[in-house]
Nanobody
Framework: QVQLVESGGGSVQAGGSLRLSCVAS????????MGWFRQAPGKEREGVAGIDGDGGTSYADSVKGRFTISKDNAKNTLYLQMNSLKPEDTAMYYCAANTRLWGRYAGLLPSSQYDTWGQGTQVTVSS
């Protein structure tokens, strides 16, 4: 069973940057799909970015050109580099994995398709 632990959240001013990390432990085969989600108070959970087992990436329109998802298989770590942050990016950010979906997958996987979630890390962007 895979466990996910996020870190790297914090408070930043608009226009700033943060890098989130998600370390996977347990069964850490690197070929499955992983993604980042966020949820602001009173709003539904939103898919932000995803990366498949072949390294293909997908992004929500709201973050394209500003956020970059990547992974370091040797370190069992998923990253989300967030640049040009806006106040509307303020949310709890979660990493997630679908440990049954291996290899190539085109597009963002919906939240219902993930079987493993981290506990979240808070990102706050002030104007």
């Amino acid at each position: 069973q895979v466990q996910l632990v996020e870190s790297g959240g914090g408070s930043v001013q608009a226009g700033g940057s943060l890098r989130l990390s998600c370390v996977a432990s347990g069964y850490t085969y690197s070929g499955y799909y992983m993604g980042w989600f966020r949820q602001a108070p009173g709003k539904e959970r939103e898919g932000v970015a995803g990366i498949d087992g072949d390294g293909g990436t997908s992004y929500a329109d709201s973050v394209k050109g500003r956020f970059t998802i990547s992974k370091d298989n040797a370190k069992n770590t998923l990253y989300l580099q967030m640049n040009s942050l806006k106040p509307e990016d303020t949310a709890m950010y979660y990493c997630a994995a679908n440990t049954r979906l291996w290899g190539r997958y085109a597009g963002l996987l919906p939240s219902s398709q993930y079987d493993t979630w981290g506990q979240g890390t808070q990102v706050t962007v002030s104007s």
